[in-house]
């Protein structure tokens, strides 16, 4: 059972930064795999990046290879998203989620947190 509160977004010029982080209250973080994914209006949530419970392996969405990094501190329950170059295309909601699959597709995870917006203006 792990809660998950995401922290971070905001309001940013395209070309900015952003570092969201994912609060995690629970047993065994260290052991699940955690995922970011997001949802803009009228379109599909969508993965992402993910990162395994060691912290290796880190994973990446083609639109957001190069620009976003995912990362974690085990010893802070928290997991990172490090957003740069950002577009007006990463608008959206950003979603923290956790699963106990190693490499778990996207109805296999267990638990999501409410989102924190990022909006990105031109």
């Known amino acids: 059972q792990v809660q998950l509160v995401e922290s971070g977004g905001g309001l940013v010029q395209a070309g900015g930064s952003l570092r969201l982080s994912c609060a995690a209250a629970?047993?065994?973080?260290?052991?699940?795999?955690m995922g970011w994914f997001r949802q803009a209006p009228g379109k599909e949530r969508e993965f992402v990046a993910a990162?395994?419970?060691?912290?290796?392996?880190?994973t990446y969405a083609d639109s957001v290879k190069g620009r976003f990094t995912i990362s974690r501190d085990n010893a802070k329950n928290t997991v990172y998203l490090q957003m740069n170059s950002l577009k007006p295309e990463d608008t959206a909601v950003y979603y923290c989620a956790a699963s106990t699959w190693y490499r778990p597709a996207a109805h296999e995870y267990n638990y999501w947190g409410q989102g924190t917006q990022v909006t990105v203006s031109s």
């Open positions: 629970g047993r065994t973080f260290s052991s699940y795999t």
């Open positions: 990162v395994s419970g060691s912290g290796s392996s880190p």
